[in-house]
Nanobody
Framework: QVRLVDSGGGLVQAGDSLRLSCVAYGRTFSSAAMGWFRQAPGKEREFVAAISGTGGYTDYANSVKGRFTISRDNAKNTVNLQMNNLKPEDTAVYSC?????????????????WGQGTQVTVSS
């Protein structure tokens, strides 16, 4: 049974940092793309960042570029999202996701596995 367990969310002030982690269980994702998405209340799920299977390619939404960094540790079957200089508009439930193949994509429907989500709240 494949499970993604994400964690690391919390309540912080604008300008603070958080590090989200996602651990995959049940299979190895070392050759698969992984990503982070977020959904704020009343809004659709949106792409945040993605990383290819080897970690050699990353992609970021314009709204987080320069502030967020996605990374992975294939030995630990883990993907992380370092979030710096957080803004109130970053408030959302963040979920990690995994594909079965290496190329990244910004389309949520092309990810086969999802974490349960972790709440990030940024106060002004």
């Amino acid at each position: 049974q494949v499970r993604l367990v994400d964690s690391g969310g919390g309540l912080v002030q604008a300008g603070d940092s958080l590090r989200l982690s996602c651990v995959a269980y049940g299979r190895t994702f070392s050759s698969a793309a992984m990503g982070w998405f977020r959904q704020a209340p009343g809004k659709e799920r949106e792409f945040v960042a993605a990383i290819s299977g080897t970690g050699g390619y990353t992609d970021y939404a314009n709204s987080v570029k320069g502030r967020f960094t996605i990374s992975r540790d294939n030995a630990k079957n883990t993907v992380n999202l370092q979030m710096n200089n957080l803004k109130p508009e970053d408030t959302a439930v963040y979920s990690c996701a995994a594909r079965s193949i290496s190329p990244t994509t910004r389309t949520p429907g092309l990810y086969a596995y999802w974490g349960q989500g972790t709440q990030v709240t940024v106060s002004s």
